[in-house]
């Protein structure tokens, strides 16, 4: 039995709430990118490596935002158990009768070590993270971005095509 399509507002809300999402990570992407260059300029003290890895965890957490936004509408809820975080990754590499892939494996990949170390950065004491580590994570994260733009921006074609399928369905119906 096909599942009933989802109504137009409700997908416009999810583009809506997605487009917000991107511009705060953007927002944050590019402090990221600063404190990098302070970071190479006069090197790590402790309040450059707390603050990077504070801002990697917030980044991480915004993008799992809009990764559970999509799940939770298109795919109708969340992986459940204590691997959600790592599952969800795994699955949206991989298209559903719903919507496409939504990131690329080397997406996911890149995605799941900014995962693990936003794990080290809640459970450990700050004076206790590694700068070489955090350094590293920032870096991957910069590079990472371009990338995660494409996969969502590529979503954000399907969205809207979707929308639009879903508007005109509507208002035939």
């Known amino acids: 039995m096909a599942a009933d399509p989802l109504p137009p507002q409700r997908l416009r809300d999810l583009a809506t709430d997605l487009a917000v999402e991107r511009r705060r990570l953007t927002v944050l992407i590019d402090s990221l990118a600063g404190l990098a260059e302070r970071w190479q300029r006069e090197g790590a003290d ?4 707390d603050a990077a890895a504070l801002r990697l965890q917030s980044f991480y957490t915004g993008v799992e935002r809009c990764l559970l936004q999509i799940v939770r509408v298109l795919n109708g809820g969340t ?6 975080h790592r599952r969800l990754l795994d699955r949206l ?3 559903t009768e719903h919507r496409p892939a939504l990131l ?4 996911a990949r890149a995605l799941g070590l900014l995962l693990g170390f936003r794990h080290v950065v ?15 994570r920032l870096s991957g994260a910069l590079m990472l971005w371009p990338q995660l733009c494409a996969d969502l921006q590529a979503f954000d074609h399907w969205l809207a095509e979707l929308i639009a399928l879903a508007e005109s369905d509507h208002s035939s119906g």
């Open 122 to 136: 809640r459970h450990l004491y700050a004076d206790d993270l590694d700068p070489d580590q955090v350094l590293q």
């Open 104 to 107: 690329s494996p080397d997406t």
């Open 79 to 84: 992986p459940e158990g204590a691997d959600w």
């Open 46 to 49: 402790a309040e450059r490596v």
């Open 93 to 95: 590499t991989l298209a």
